[in-house]
C-alpha cells in the first residue's frame, strides 16, 4: 500500500476537466461524460459521503445498485488496514491537497482488486473546495504481473541456493578425495534434473519457464563434470589435456547443441581437482551462452588452452551473432554472469570477454 502526492496521470487530468467544466450534479452531459470514463469516478461530499459513482466505477465494484452505498462514507467500502488511509486522502482533499494512493480493495461480492486511487478537491466558483473527486483506476492485472514476477525471483533465488549447495558438495568432494560418484549421488542429480524438467512443462510464465530450464540443464551438467572427473580415476590432479576435450564432449549432449561445431585444443597442464572444477563451471556457463544465443543454428565454437610455468590461459570463442532477448536467454545470461564470476574468485584469475570480429564473443581466463 502506498500514498503518493502531486502525482496524477493523465485519466484523472481528464475526468477531474470534466468536473471543473460541469460541477452540476443533476447535468445530464455531466453525467454522460462521467460515464463515459473507462475509471471508477466517485463524487464524495466533505464529510467523505458517497454522493455519486459513475457506471463504469459500479460495475468494477459489482455494485448492482448505487443506492446500496449512496451516502456511506467512503472509507467504510475498504477493508479495514486501508481506511486511515482513505480518510487521510479525503481530509487533504478538504484542505486542497491532491494525494495518490496505491491499494487493495475488494468488490462489494468478494472479488480481489487492486487500485490506483488519485484523490482531489472540487472547487466552486469561489475556489473554495466543496466537494471531492475519486478517480480509482483498476491495476489488478499489473498488480498480478508484479506478484508473479516477485515470487519468481523468489523461486530463482532459492534455484540459485539450490545450485550453490550442489557446488559446495562438489568441492566437499574433492576436499575429502571422493573421486567417483556413487550411485544416490548420479540418482539424486537425475532425479532433481527430471523434477526441474516437469515443472518447467508446467509453468505458467515465461520467466520462470526459463529459469527452470535453466536450472534442468545446470544440474545436469554439474552431474557431467562429476562424471568425467571420475572417468580420470585420479587422486588429486587433473590433466586439463585429457579432461576438458571430454567434458566439452558431454555438455555438448546436455545443452542439445549438436549443432555447434566444436574445436579444441587443449596443452597438457597439471592442475588441482579444485581448479579443475572451477574450469568446468565456467566452460559450461560459456558453453551455455554460445547455445542460448545461436537458438540451435550451426555455428562454431573453439576452446583453446595455453599452459605457462605459473597456470595458464584458457579461451572460448563463437560466431554466434549478438545477443537476443528471450527470457530464457536473458536469465541464462544471468546466472551464467554469476556463476563465472564465483569461479573466477576462486582460481584469482583475470576474466576478460570482448565482442570478436566480425561476430561472436571472445572470452578469456587467465590463471
Known amino acids: 500500500m ?15 476537466l470534466a ?16 460515464n463515459a470514463s473507462p475509471n471508477c469516478i466517485k463524487i464524495i461530499d466533505m464529510d467523505g459521503a458517497l ?31 486501508s481506511q486511515a488511509l482513505i480518510q487521510d486522502a479525503v481530509q487533504r482533499a478538504s484542505l486542497g491537497e491532491i494525494s495518490r494512493i496505491e491499494a487493495f480493495c475488494p468488490t462489494v461480492k468478494g472479488q480481489p482488486r487492486w487500485w490506483d486511487v488519485t484523490v482531489s478537491p472540487i472547487r466552486d ?6 466537494r471531492i473527486l475519486s478517480v480509482s483506476r483498476d491495476i489488478s492485472e499489473q498488480y498480478k504481473r508484479e506478484e508473479r514476477l516477485r515470487q519468481n525471483e523468489a523461486m530463482l533465488q532459492d534455484l540459485s541456493h539450490s545450485q550453490a549447495a550442489m557446488l559446495d558438495s562438489l568441492s566437499l ?27 518447467s512443462v508446467k509453468a505458467q510464465s515465461d520467466e520462470t519457464r526459463a529459469a527452470l530450464q535453466v536450472a534442468s540443464t545446470r544440474v545436469n551438467a554439474i552431474a557431467k563434470i562429476q562424471e ?13 589435456a585429457e579432461y576438458l576435450p571430454g567434458l ?7 545443452f542439445s547443441a549438436r549443432a555447434i561445431q566444436l574445436s579444441v585444443n587443449v596443452a597438457p597442464k597439471i592442475v588441482t581437482y579444485e581448479m579443475a572444477v572451477s574450469l568446468s563451471m565456467i566452460i559450461t556457463e560459456l558453453f551455455a551462452n554460445t547455445v542460448s544465443r ?7 565454437a573453439d576452446l583453446s588452452f595455453k599452459a605457462t610455468e605459473e597456470g595458464g590461459q584458457l579461451t572460448f570463442v563463437d560466431n554466434v551473432e549478438g545477443g537476443v532477448t528471450e527470457p530464457a536467454v536473458r536469465y541464462a545470461s544471468q546466472v551464467g554472469g554469476a556463476n563465472i564470476s564465483i569461479h573466477v574468485q576462486q582460481l584469482g584469475a583475470t576474466f576478460l570477454q570482448e565482442r570478436c570480429q566480425p561476430e561472436g564473443m571472445c572470452t578469456q581466463i587467465t590463471f
Open 228 to 240: 568425467q572427473l571420475a572417468l580420470l580415476g585420479t587422486a588429486d590432479e587433473v590433466n586439463l
Open 248 to 254: 566439452l564432449g558431454q555438455l555438448r549432449e546436455v
Open 125 to 130: 466558483a469561489q475556489g473554495h473546495v466543496s
Open 19 to 34: 468536473v471543473d467544466i460541469l460541477q452540476d450534479l443533476s447535468s445530464s452531459a455531466f453525467i454522460s461524460i462521467l
Open 294 to 300: 545461436s537458438r540451435n543454428q550451426d555455428c562454431l
Open 51 to 81: 454522493e455519486f459513482m459513475n457506471v463504469n466505477g459500479q460495475c468494477s465494484m459489482e455494485i448492482d445498485d448505487f443506492s446500496s452505498v449512496e451516502s456511506r462514507q467512503w472509507w467504510t467500502l475498504w477493508p479495514a488496514e
Open 2 to 16: 502506498r500514498a503518493v502526492t502531486f502525482n496524477i496521470c493523465d485519466d484523472h487530468k481528464r475526468d477531474q
Open 173 to 199: 568432494s574433492a576436499t575429502l578425495g571422493r573421486r567417483s560418484v556413487s550411485q544416490w549421488m548420479n540418482k539424486s542429480f537425475s532425479l532433481i534434473a527430471d523434477l526441474l524438467g516437469v515443472q
